[in-house]
Nanobody, 121 residues
Framework: QVQLVESGGGLVQAGGSLRLSCAAS????????MGWYRQAPGKQRELVAT???????NYAGSVKGRFAISRDNTANTVYLQMNSLKSEDTAVYYC???????????????WGQGTQVTVSS
């Protein structure tokens, strides 16, 4: 059974920092591309940051320079360090694990349950 368990969310003042963690189980973590997404009330889920199995990193423009994604394959965990938080960062943050099989055999796409991040101004 695949599980992605996020932690580290909470309430923080604008300008503050939080570190989110996502612990994965039930998958071969090292071969999965991992990502963080967020969804604010009334808005669509959006990409925040991704880190591929090979370590390639991608950020949304709105968080570049403030957030940092990393992974620890020995701990089966992906992290999101969030600095200089703004009120517009308020959202539920979701962890994602993605793997594309070769030869067109589809893909695996798993989501965590989400963790709330609230930034007060």
């Amino acid at each position: 059974q695949v599980q992605l368990v996020e932690s580290g969310g909470g309430l923080v003042q604008a300008g503050g920092s939080l570190r989110l963690s996502c612990a994965a189980s039930g998958i071969t973590f090292s071969i999965y591309d991992m990502g963080w997404y967020r969804q604010a009330p009334g808005k669509q889920r959006e990409l925040v940051a991704t880190i591929s199995a090979g370590g390639t990193i991608n950020y949304a423009g709105s968080v570049k320079g403030r957030f940092a994604i990393s992974r620890d394959n020995t701990a089966n965990t992906v992290y999101l360090q969030m600095n200089s938080l703004k009120s517009e960062d308020t959202a539920v943050y979701y962890c994602n694990a993605y793997y594309r099989y070769q030869l067109g055999y589809g893909n695996d796409n798993y989501w965590g349950q989400g963790t709330q991040v609230t930034v007060s101004s």
